[in-house]
């Protein structure tokens, strides 16, 4: 066809001229369905279903009303015959005895027969809800007319047994019914509802046991789920009957003392099955059916071997019966309701299994938390080889194996994970479990903790690489609690954690984020190895921080060597250098050595043009380390110490920024003025007299003037932070006389007057505050 729209244009205008067509057709088909329901009954119409877009465009006549004529309708039919239902109850529980035997009968039978055939009439006038109420009257009559022949005809009768059989005469009688007036809609529901008693009625007449009763329910499940081949509504009771028979099942399969009694139990649960995957086979929505099955199944056999087992191994059992059902994933020949719904109860069973082994696991993980009390007493509970923890790691491995197994069947991600955090759990705490010695402990755990790092660094899965990794933290953390019981062990299995996260860091091939990890649990076992090493030498805590100054300087050592994980190492790096003076706080001249040291590590790791920044770390450093030596010698005067370093570091300053005028004032006089400031302000604080801080708060004004003059940040910031520290000091006295003289309510009326004050003007504050700091960022 040659036309002279576009092609893709044209294809758009018929898309959307389908679309209408077909939105119209559904408009027309609806309002069919609304004419012939008009057609079939008389009275008032109701409102036409309305579809597609025309719904939106069709006019609408006449005021709103609370309620449509049809629904009232249907309120006051529902009262009628529930009055008529009550005043029947009435006329036969208690007006009973009044009258003779044959007019009672006569009475009930008419009122019956009438009632039952009244709906006829009704229903060829279009009466239908009306014939609907009548209907419900007459049933209810039947088993009014029930009760009557047993309380007048049968007393001798066992009632449970007449209970039974009268449902079982209603239901047919109902049925039959409904089967004549197929445009009634309750007959049938009510005949489907009555037939649910005659067994398990029956069942209970000769009071058996619950056994009996199970396998009634389960006759009774299997009636209703024939019948839900033609009857969808049959479904319901079938899954309720179905329901209570396996419940019963279980209830007995689990309190069964020996397995001769668990076989009665045992075959009312495999029979369960066998209806539930039958249901499962004929109906493909099903699959819920045959998860039920399976469960019921492992359940069933499970129970035959439960007594006499421990619980774990009750547990591994279950799994193991459960491993066929994760098969049936793969069997093409097994119908897609059954495969999914079987699988799915696998999955089910060996995701409690595991759960109930991974309960036991995380109670032996954190016991070795107890090392903490007691560092360096070899003490290691004993356990009985193939007792339950055998069962316990069997379940996680044959558990994690399943897993595995999914993950390729189904080309999936998530069992994966599953399968690595099982698999390393059932790993790791199966040695302890099984009672081997501690070495051998310490040797398979080594092992499982560098084999899930080894997968974090080459699984091509992500979930599984972070899975591995969690796991090998969770591991090493584990094996380094537990090295505390001796020394040898601690520095064994340090020393190997540290060697193959070291190794872990170096292996390129592997995700840039799991090198960085294994960089820094390197650096954290390296100085973790130092520590333990000085408290071998039983030197006091302070000198232990020499040897840890060795990692920072390692690490600034080897530098651009490190690649990728340089940072990761060098923060590591910096918080081993803040442990060392952690631990040299105790005396101040070997907290002094300790932080000139860590300023030339810093200082030569300086050197390097892309650190830089760690020079005001160095300087910082140094000049820690020269207050701590003043304040260990007794110094009141520091200005003494620290003024001839200030002034030709000034000077130093004044000729750099005249050779570079764009060199911050933070890099010319803020090492200068910082060196001096800060001691003096120290003593300051400490000084009861009035000179020093007179003196030294001039000396701030002074600088902050001139840093405001000269548009100097570094003199500005330091001057004015000193100037504010003193103030604050020199006047918080008085402030704290005036405020202990001052009424107690004024001081919370004064915040809140502040408040409101900062709120009514935040906007305006909030522009201020952003012009200071453009103006002191273009500072220099």
């Known amino acids: 066809m040659n036309t002279p729209m576009p092609p893709a244009e044209e294809l758009a205008l018929i898309d959307r001229e389908l679309a209408q067509l077909d939105a119209r057709r559904l408009y027309l088909l609806g309002r069919r369905d609304w004419l012939l329901r008009l057609l079939q009954q008389a009275g008032p119409a109701p409102a036409p279903v309305r579809w597609g877009p025309a719904a939106s465009s069709a006019p609408t006549t006449g005021p709103a009303k609370d309620a449509s004529a049809p629904s009232a309708q249907n309120v006051l039919l529902v009262l009628g015959a529930v009055l008529l239902a009550v005043a029947a109850l009435a006329f036969t529980l ?113 009071q058996p046991g619950p056994l009996e009763l199970g396998w009634a329910l389960l006759a009774t499940a299997a009636l209703d789920a024939a019948l839900a081949l033609r009857v969808k509504a049959a479904a319901v009771p079938a899954a309720v009957m179905g329901a209570g028979a396996l419940l019963i099942g279980v209830a007995r399969s689990w309190s069964a003392d020996s397995a001769a009694q668990a076989l009665a139990p045992a075959a009312l649960l495999l029979a369960g099955a066998a209806l539930a995957v039958a249901v499962a086979w004929r109906e493909p929505r099903a699959s819920a059916a045959a998860l039920v099955g399976g469960l019921a199944s492992v359940v069933a056999l499970g129970g035959l071997a439960r007594p006499g087992l421990d619980p774990a191994w009750v547990v591994l059992v279950h799994l193991l019966l459960a491993l066929p059902l994760l098969a049936a994933v793969r069997a093409s020949a097994l119908p897609a309701a059954v495969r999914r719904g079987l699988a799915r109860g696998g999955a089910v069973v060996a995701s409690v299994a595991a759960l109930a082994a991974g309960s036991a696991v995380a109670l032996t993980l954190p016991a070795r938390v107890r090392v903490l009390a007691e560092v360096w007493a070899s003490t290691t509970p004993d356990r009985e080889p193939y007792g339950p923890g055998a069962a316990v790691t069997l379940t996680l491995l044959i558990s994690a194996g399943a897993a595995w197994w999914l993950s390729r069947a189904l080309s999936r991600p998530e069992p994966l994970v599953v399968a690595v955090v099982l698999a390393w759990a059932g790993l790791f705490t199966a040695p302890e479990l099984l009672g081997f010695p501690v070495a051998a402990v310490f040797a398979a755990q080594l092992v499982v903790t560098g084999a899930a790092g080894l997968l974090a660094l080459r699984s091509p899965v992500l979930g599984a690489r972070i899975a591995a990794a969690v796991c090998a933290a969770a591991g090493a953390a584990n094996v380094s609690l537990g090295a505390l019981d001796g020394r040898a062990a601690t520095f064994a299995v340090w020393g190997l954690l540290g060697a193959g996260c070291a190794a872990g860091a170096a292996y390129g091939a592997a995700p840039r984020a799991a090198r960085a990890g294994a960089a820094v649990c390197a650096v954290g076992y390296a100085t973790g190895v130092l520590v333990a090493a000085g408290a071998v030498t039983d030197l006091a805590v302070v000198w232990w921080s020499l040897p840890v100054l060795a990692v920072p300087a390692l690490v600034a050592a080897l530098g651009p060597r490190l690649g990728e994980v340089r940072l990761p190492a060098e923060i590591a790096a910096g918080a081993a250098g803040g442990l060392a003076v952690a631990l040299s706080a105790g005396r101040p001249g070997t907290l002094a050595l300790v932080l000139a040291l860590a300023g030339v590590i810093c200082a030569g790791a300086a050197v390097r043009p892309e650190r830089r920044v760690l020079g005001w770390a160095a300087g910082a450093l140094f000049a820690a380390a020269t207050w701590v030596r003043l304040a260990e010698a007794g110094v009141t005067a520091p200005e003494a110490y620290t003024l001839p370093v200030t002034v030709p570091a000034l000077v130093v300053g004044l000729l750099r920024r005249r050779r570079d005028p764009q060199a911050s004032s933070w890099a010319a006089y803020g090492p200068g003025l910082a060196a001096t400031l800060v001691p003096s302000l120290l003593v300051a604080l400490e000084d009861r007299n009035w000179v020093r801080p007179l003196l030294l708060g001039l000396a701030a004004l002074a600088l902050t003037l001139i840093g405001a003059q000269r548009r100097l940040q570094a003199p500005l910031l330091l001057g004015g932070a000193v100037l504010a520290v003193v103030a604050v000091h020199e006047l918080a006295p008085y402030v704290v006389q005036v405020a202990g003289a001052l009424p107690r309510w004024v001081l919370p009326a004064l915040a809140g007057l502040l408040l409101l004050a900062v709120g009514a003007t935040y906007e305006r504050r909030l522009r201020d505050a952003r012009r200071l700091r453009d103006a002191i960022g273009r500072l220099r």
């Open 94 to 206: 208690v007006s009973w005895g009044s009258m003779g035997i044959a007019g009672r009968s006569a009475v009930l039978v008419v009122v019956t027969a009438a009632a039952l055939g009244a709906p006829v009439l009704l229903l060829r006038r279009g009466l239908r809800s009306t014939a609907e109420s009548v209907a419900a009257v007459g049933l209810l009559l039947t088993v009014l007319d029930a009760y009557a022949l047993y309380a007048v005809g049968m007393p001798e009768l066992d009632g449970t047994g007449y209970a039974a059989g009268a449902a079982a005469v209603l239901a047919a009688a109902w049925a039959g019914y409904g089967a004549g007036l197929r445009k009634l809609r309750l007959p049938l529901p009510a005949a489907l509802l009555a037939a649910q008693f005659p067994l398990p009625l029956a069942a209970l007449a000769g």
